[in-house]
């Protein structure tokens, strides 16, 4: 099975919770879904948060910083398994596309990226903001 990682990486934005998502180049993809940013290992045994971040950077610009592991999926209609990673997105996050294979690169708000991601990504959402919402754990005592 083809491994792949990418980041859903957040912020605050005007209407709430805002995701980096990007959409890949090519006018066979005009119609496609968008995805969170993410790439394959360079070699089998690379480190997938790693592959994580590069991709992102490779794709939109942005630096990562501390991630949290979303788990992974498996697409319905391919042999290929996406692992995602969370953070928050670097205060002067900018991204654009900056990489052949995106032909755009922007923050949406979470109900739109929804909306636009592929229908198998769509869990990292849920992902997310089941990790946004989780207590934070009891001071000892």
Same mark, same amino acid.
Request: glycine residues 10%; aromatic residues 4%; proline residues 9%.
């Given at each position: 099975m083809k491994q792949s990682a990418g980041t859903l990486l957040y912020? /605050?934005?005007? /209407?709430?919770?805002?995701? $980096? $998502?990007?959409?890949?180049?090519?006018?066979?993809?005009?119609? /496609?879904?968008?995805?969170?940013?993410?790439?394959?290992?360079?070699?089998?045994?690379?480190? $997938?948060?790693?592959?994580?971040?590069?991709?992102?950077?490779?794709?939109?610009?942005?630096?990562a910083g501390v991630l949290v592991s979303l788990g992974h999926i498996d697409y319905t209609k391919s042999r290929k398994r996406i692992h995602g990673f969370a953070g928050p997105a670097p205060a002067d996050a900018a991204p654009r596309p900056v990489s052949w294979e995106v032909d755009r690169a922007k923050f949406v708000p979470l109900a739109e990226a929804r909306e636009l991601l592929h229908p198998d990504q769509r869990v990292f959402v849920d992902r997310l903001l089941a990790h946004l919402t989780a207590a934070p754990p009891a001071a000892p005592g």
């Open positions: 912020r /605050a934005g005007p /209407a709430g919770t805002e995701v $980096l $998502l990007v959409h890949a180049s090519g006018a066979y993809n005009r119609k /496609a879904p968008w995805s969170i940013p993410k790439g394959e290992p360079d070699v089998p045994s690379a480190d $997938l948060e790693q592959t994580a971040r590069r991709e992102t950077q490779e794709e939109t610009g942005v630096i």
